[in-house]
């Protein structure tokens, strides 16, 4: 039976996505940050599918050394890994936070994190006879992102959505990255791809301190804004379709591969970030 690891499943998107794959048989591990929570809906998702098949795990996303833990516990408790989807994520603050390892909090969640939890549980998706990873990014990194290649953590001129377009910038370059990695060493039996869900009424950004301006804006566009199982459509597809056999290194989004933003990029800054990130999580995870 394939076995799926979602990250960020309490809620939102990544709820949407793990009910759908246990409901298609998939053996589920979901992910969250708080016990409690994550134990309900775990639960919760074993009704609602009606497969049993569903256990979870916990860790903090902000902090590489949960990282490392969670990636170990999976190691130990599972064995088998066919499909890592690297949802948590969202905008932070106003004002810009770091972590207690001293990372931006933007680019923790949504760039270090999902770099090192694949990069730990490789071995297992390489072992899949299909395997697959997906990360979801973002349409904001065409509307948002404004790198300083010099100051990746936004030190200087931080702003809530710039900090989370780069991000979402950086990890469509990290999924070409490790998408070419792959290629590279005769790979063929696993891809990694990257998703746009679509504007969806999620909690995104709802518990951030973003400033009043961002908020009324939010609250005012979320009629329209896409259901959370809606959003999660693509990565289901993405997930388990058999139309996407093969298909790596892309950017999705309604199903299809789009195009990402060629304004910021060169081969050398997507191997910088690369590089970037090797580096630190090394530097603070043994
Ligand atoms: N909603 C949209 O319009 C939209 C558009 C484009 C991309 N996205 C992306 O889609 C993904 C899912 O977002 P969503 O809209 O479903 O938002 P959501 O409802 O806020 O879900 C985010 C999930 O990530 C978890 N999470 C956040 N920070 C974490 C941390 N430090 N450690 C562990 N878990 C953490 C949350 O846990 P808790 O339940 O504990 O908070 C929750 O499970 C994100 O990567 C987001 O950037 C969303």
């Known amino acids: 039976m394939k076995r799926a690891l979602i990250t960020g499943a309490t809620s939102g998107i990544g709820k949407g996505v793990a009910i759908e794959l246990a409901r298609q048989g998939f053996t589920v591990v979901i992910h969250g940050r708080n016990d409690q929570k994550t134990s309900q809906v775990c639960e919760e998702i074993k009704t609602i599918s009606g497969n049993t098949a569903v256990d979870y795990l916990v860790a903090d996303l902000f902090l590489m ?104 910038l950086f990890l469509i370059w990290l999924t070409q990255q490790l998408s070419k990695q792959l290629k590279r060493q005769g790979i063929d039996n696993l891809t990694v791809n990257a998703v746009h869900p679509g504007a969806v009424a999620t909690n995104f950004g709802v518990e951030s301190n973003l400033g009043s301006v961002l908020k009324v804006m939010a609250k005012l566009a979320r009629p329209f804004f896409r259901t959370a199982e809606q959003g999660a ?17 892309l950017y999705f989004v309604d199903r299809k591969p789009a195009n990402v933003t060629t304004t910021y990029y060169t081969e050398e800054r997507e191997q910088l970030i690369w590089d970037y990130c090797d580096q630190l999580t090394k530097s603070l995870v043994a």
């Open 65 to 168: 050394e949960q990282v490392r833990k969670l990636a170990g516990e999976y190691h130990q408790r599972y064995g088998r890994l066919d499909v890592l989807v690297n949802n948590a994520g969202g905008l932070m603050s106003k004002e810009r936070e770091t972590t207690t390892e001293g990372i931006e909090k933007t680019m923790a969640v949504n760039v270090m994190a999902p770099f090192l939890l694949t990069g730990l549980l490789l071995d297992l998706l390489k072992n899949s006879p299909d395997g697959r990873i997906i990360n979801v990014s973002s349409n904001s990194h065409k509307l948002n992102a404004k790198p300083d290649f010099s100051d990746l953590q936004l030190e200087r001129g931080y702003d809530p959505l710039r900090a989370y377009g780069n991000a979402k």
């Open 233 to 249: 459509d693509t990565l289901i597809y993405l997930a388990s379709s058999d139309a996407v056999n093969g298909k790596s290194g």
